[in-house]
T-cell receptor, first 114, second 115 residues
């Protein structure tokens, strides 16, 4: 079945450091790929997405490129801020039963220190 | 604009008691609706999804059930809670047939603790 594997956390960085969170996937067909962010005590928010190979999703300084050849969708940001501290989830879409279901990775907790 | 509500925000229940969590969506029609559970260190697990009133698909066999009595209302229930039902429950919706058909929008969640 479809699955998502993302790097184990937690990740702790200093402000203005470079961030990479690795995500690889296994899927049949051509799924869409997503990064969601969850701030403490809140629900998930869509951060960015890519719907086909070589697409780059970007938002709030974060970027991720859909790499079909390596089945990856790594999240990057050039300079993190304290406000980026959150849990980040990689996900893929899995269409079935007339509904677009999401398969999530386990999440990576990021803490950014001033 | 669309909004999604969940209540209660937090809940502490004894083992064996019943459960009812409610989710409502405003500002859209005919959404697909989803219930997820987030257990510590285990990511998000899809529990149920619904493509219309009275249509429920179950992803994981368990002592939970879901119902959709109205187009924009989704309810998660249990007759007898187990300790393992503790977790953070998230409701989500998506808009099929639109340009954002593959995006899901999440509610604020309900923190359930079973003692």
């Amino acid at each position: 079945g479809n699955s998502v594997t993302q790097m184990e956390g937690p990740v702790t960085l200093s402000e203005e450091a470079f961030l990479t969170i690795n995500c690889t996937y296994t899927a049949t067909g051509y799924p869409s790929l997503f990064w969601y962010v969850q701030y403490p005590g809140e629900g998930l928010q869509l951060l960015l997405k890519a719907t086909k190979a070589d697409d780059k999703g970007s938002n709030k300084g974060f970027e991720a490129t859909y790499r079909k050849e390596t089945t990856s969708f790594h999240l990057e940001k050039g300079s993190v801020q304290v406000s980026d501290s959150a849990v980040y989830f990689c996900a893929l879409s899995d269409r079935g039963g007339g509904s677009e279901k999401l398969v999530f990775g386990k999440g990576t907790k990021l803490t950014v220190n001033p | 604009s669309q909004t999604i509500h969940q209540w209660p925000a937090t809940l502490v229940q004894p083992v064996g008691s019943p459960l009812s969590l409610e989710c409502t969506v405003e500002g859209t029609s005919n959404p697909n609706l989803y219930w997820y559970r987030q257990a510590a260190g285990r990511g998000l697990q899809l529990l149920f999804y619904s493509v219309g009133i009275g249509q429920i698909s179950s992803e994981v066999p368990q002592n939970l059930s879901a119902s959709r009595p109205q187009d924009r209302q989704f309810i998660l229930s249990s007759k007898k809670l187990l300790l393992s039902d503790s977790g953070f429950y998230l409701c989500a919706w998506s808009a099929p047939g639109t340009g954002r058909w593959n995006e899901q929008f999440f509610g604020p969640g309900t923190r359930l603790t079973v003692l």
